[in-house]
C-alpha cells in the first residue's frame, strides 16, 4: 500500500495482507473481491501517514489479541467443567473486566488529539470495531476532546 501524504509532501509504502485488509478494512472488501488470493495488489492512499500506520498497528494487534482470546477459549474448554453441557466451552470473563478491547489489548491507542481523526478514518474504511471504540472512548472523555 502506497500512502501518499500530501500535507507532508512524503510518500510512506507498507505491506499488509490482503486477508487482513479485507477482514477488518471492509472498504476494500467489494473491490478485492475479484482479484485473486494469489495477484498482488498495488494500492496508492492519499491520507495522513501516521494515522493510516496507527491504523495498521491496531489491526496487527488485534489480530494478535483475537488470536490470543481464542487460544485462552480453547484452553478453558479443555478438562472437566470447561463446557456449558453442550459441548461448547465456555468464555469466561477477561481478567481486564470492564475495559474495552482497544484498552486491553498492547496496541496503539486512542488519545483525546487522536481520536476524532481515527475515528473518522475508522468510518471511512469501515473499521467497525474501532468505530465502536471510538465512539465508547469520546462518551468517556467528550469534555477533554471538545477542548481540543
Same mark, same amino acid.
Given at each position: ?7 507532508? /509532501?512524503?510518500? !510512506? ?16 472488501? =467489494? ?31 488485534? #489480530?494478535?489479541? #483475537? ?31 470492564? =475495559? ?13 488529539? /487522536? ?13 467497525? !470495531?474501532?468505530? =465502536? ?10 469534555? #477533554?476532546?471538545?477542548?481540543?
Amino acid at each position: 500500500i502506497h500512502v501518499i501524504d500530501d500535507s507532508k /509532501n512524503e510518500k !510512506r509504502d507498507f505491506t499488509f495482507s490482503r486477508s487482513l485488509l479485507v477482514k477488518y478494512m471492509k472498504y476494500f472488501d =467489494k473491490c478485492l473481491k475479484k482479484i485473486s488470493d494469489q495477484d498482488e495488489i498495488d494500492i496508492s492512499i492519499h491520507c495522513d501517514a501516521v494515522i493510516f500506520e496507527w491504523l495498521l498497528n491496531y489491526i496487527f494487534s488485534m #489480530e494478535e489479541f #483475537e488470536k490470543k482470546q481464542q487460544g485462552n477459549n480453547v484452553l478453558k474448554g479443555i478438562g472437566g467443567g470447561g463446557t456449558d453441557g453442550n459441548s461448547q466451552p465456555k468464555i469466561e470473563p477477561d481478567s481486564g473486566k470492564g =475495559k474495552s478491547a482497544i484498552q486491553q489489548y498492547n496496541g496503539p491507542k486512542l488519545d483525546i488529539k /487522536n481520536a476524532v481523526t481515527i475515528l473518522i478514518s475508522a468510518d471511512f474504511l469501515k473499521i467497525d !470495531r474501532l468505530v =465502536k471504540e471510538c465512539l465508547d472512548f469520546f462518551v468517556e472523555h467528550i469534555e #477533554e476532546i471538545s477542548k481540543v
